[in-house]
């Protein structure tokens, strides 16, 4: 994985001092709150509902063990023990006190990390598929690719106040494990007819309260100019972006109101006018970028066969490995879902597990995915028994990926000053109820994604069934969306009618997965059957 | 009644102003009638709160003061999925008021 070179490590490290300064000036009150507040924003420290929040980056979702073990070092001496991974493949703290956020950003620096452009209107983390550089589906490693995107906006002059805050992402495959095209840029390598990999462009996708389907703005652009495209598709964005309406601000506003073709139009004016300008960076750069990301040295001559004999053993291989690109190995998905429990939290101890287990078994490294799990891409199939019973010994073998009791949730009213419901306590219901009932395992692939507020961090347009939390004169009240997906078929869930109380929006989910249960065909998924039989059984069911 | 709320400015923990300071009980709230602006002006000015504002809230039954709004009493105990991490930990029932 990407190391930092002395630029980057300079660069870090002159911020974490330049906070430190700016943090003395607020205790001591030469900095009021109104000129702190967005500086400790750039370093993504926010204030919510009971305390200072830092929000750190993990690139692309991968981490190495020591940088796993730091994250869990720091949840222990400054927080409360527990951190919690987001659906942009970072982790959160709830419980930082300001005084000691300089000391944090200086220990995360010691293991190549920082909580920069985490918050604010810039470009935010750059976010990839988990499987990325293990999957057998992949062109290539999407990566490097994301890497010099990190680097190109990691400061960027031109793009620190934008309208709006920004999320790239970036994938090598035509399966979508990464809700890639409800980014503001989606980025897909792909290959052309004569062999030549490239960029596929899908700008102006987006979730929040105007959630929209990014339009694919150009299908090739060459490897060499992928900076040079992203950069004009950013100036045209920030030139022409509603900054005069901060819910109009997002650039998928900008590309719908323009309309696909102007805007299309415009960047490659821009285009053409910066390809002269030789902006992009040298490709020895990226060249030095992939010698990171190069294969770890696998086995050859491995087993490619488990001893299945233990039957909640071959049920999480089933569930949680996703096929390798190297014979003999998989990666296998730690659930941070258990029943009951509240998805995205790891202990301290957990966090130091997972470390430990990452180096032990999976080449010194793990991912964080957008649903909120930890990946260890790498693990030799004839080991995986044996990596199985720790994680169920520390109560991370949920075999439950992409179950209905896999919920991507966001901290909702719980812990978020923006949100207007819970959104955990929904989550945990939920999985309980289908725990208790014996559903889950005849649903199938079910994805269910709860967010607490119209601000969607939970995806809730996403999930095939969604969940939003809204206020309703003070009481917390539930909407139902059914047909959502993030994925390569993705699509806007509709909301099924009037909402329901915390416990109603658990019944309704039930009424709908016996719905579903009711219709399917042979190999339906819940979507699948949504999709053939539209809304209107389903409305009976929940309103009739 | 009209009470105010902030936030610690060094540990950001959420406080109530209870007459003469600030207080991480919101049962030691005060009413501050029309003198809000003027508590928060120069509370804040002190550094001794940290983005303060003004709510509504009422006594319970038993004399108590509860914020008007689910958000403010999710801030007045903690996490209601954490209740080892409230302001009563030994009390579970203490969330019963919040929601």
């Known amino acids: ?544 | 009644m009209k009470i105010l709320t902030g936030n610690d400015l060094k540990t950001g923990a959420v406080t109530w102003w209870d007459g003469q300071d600030w207080s991480l009980h919101v049962e030691d709230a005060v009413d501050v009638g029309d003198k809000a602006e003027e508590i928060m002006g120069r509370e804040e000015s002190a550094r001794r709160v940290n983005v303060p504002y003004a709510i509504d809230a009422e006594l319970d039954g038993n004399g108590k003061v509860r914020p008007a709004h689910i958000k403010d009493r999710v801030r007045a105990l903690g996490p209601t999925v954490r209740p080892d991490l409230t302001l009563k930990p030994t009390e579970p029932e203490a969330l019963n008021w919040v929601i």
């Open chain 1, 1 to 544: 994985m990407y190391k930092y070179d002395q630029y980057d490590q300079a660069m870090v490290d002159a911020r974490v001092e330049e906070f430190r300064d700016q943090t003395r000036r607020r205790l001591d009150g030469s900095l009021a709150e109104e000129h702190f507040r967005p500086l400790r924003l750039m370093n993504g420290l926010y204030l919510q509902l009971h305390a200072y929040m830092l929000r750190v980056a993990v690139p692309y979702g991968t981490l190495n063990s020591d940088q796993m073990h730091a994250l869990a070092d720091i949840a222990e001496k400054y927080d409360r023990g527990y951190g919690h991974f987001t659906t942009r493949q970072n982790i959160q703290y709830n419980w930082i006190k300001l005084e000691d956020a300089p000391d944090i950003l200086a220990d995360l620096a010691k293991v190549e990390m920082h909580a920069i452009q985490t918050s604010g209107n810039c470009i935010r983390n750059i976010s990839s598929d988990h499987f990325a550089g293990a999957a057998a589906d992949e062109l290539v490693d999407p990566r490097p690719y994301a890497e010099i995107l990190r680097q190109w906006s990691s400061f960027h002059p031109e793009f620190s106040y934008l309208p709006r805050k920004f999320k790239i992402c970036v994938i090598a495959s035509d399966t979508d494990r990464a809700a890639m095209r409800l980014h503001d840029i989606g980025i897909q390598i792909v290959k052309n007819d004569a062999g030549e990999l490239g960029a596929a462009f899908y700008v102006g996708g987006g979730m929040g309260r105007t959630p929209i389907i990014a339009p694919c703005i150009n299908e090739f652009v060459p490897l060499d100019q992928l900076v040079t495209y992203s950069e004009a598709c950013l100036r045209v964005y920030n030139r022409y972006g509603r900054r005069d309406n901060k819910y109009k601000a997002r650039i998928k506003i900008l590309v719908h109101e323009l309309g696909k073709e102007e805007y299309t139009r415009q960047v490659e004016e821009e285009f053409a006018h910066m390809l002269e300008q030789g902006v992009e960076p040298p490709l020895a750069e990226l060249e030095r970028i992939k010698t990171y990301f190069q294969d770890p040295d696998f086995k050859t001559g491995l087993t490619d066969r488990a001893d299945r004999s233990d039957p909640d053993f071959a049920l999480w291989i089933d569930r949680n490995c996703h096929k390798h690109k190297a014979p003999g190995y998989v990666s296998a998905t730690i659930s941070l879902k258990p029943v009951g429990g509240i998805p995205g939290d790891a202990s301290v101890e957990q966090m130091h597990l997972m470390a430990n287990l990452a180096k032990e078994y999976s080449f010194d490294e793990c991912r964080v995915t957008h649903a909120q799990n930890i990946v260890l891409p790498h693990v030799e199939i004839g080991r995986l028994h044996e990596l199985w019973t720790k994680l169920e010994e520390a109560g991370l073998g949920t075999p439950n990926l992409d179950r209905i009791d896999d919920i991507i949730a966001c901290p909702g009213l719980d812990y978020c000053s923006l949100a207007n419901a819970r959104s955990i306590p929904v989550a945990q219901k939920i999985s309980e109820r289908f725990a208790a009932n014996g559903k889950a395992d005849e649903l199938g692939q079910l994805k269910l994604k709860i967010s607490g507020c119209i601000n969607a961090c939970g995806h809730h347009h996403a999930g095939h069934i969604g969940i939003l939390g809204v206020d309703r004169k003070g009481v917390e009240n539930y909407q139902l969306l059914l047909g959502g997906s993030e994925a390569e078929d993705t699509s806007l869930g509709k909301i099924t009618g009037p909402g329901f109380s915390e416990d109603g929006i658990v019944d309704a989910v039930e009424k709908a997965a016996d719905v579903y249960l009711a219709h399917r065909e042979d190999g339906e998924r819940f979507l699948d059957t949504y999709r053939r039989i539209g809304m209107d059984p389903f409305k009976e069911a929940l309103y009739g």
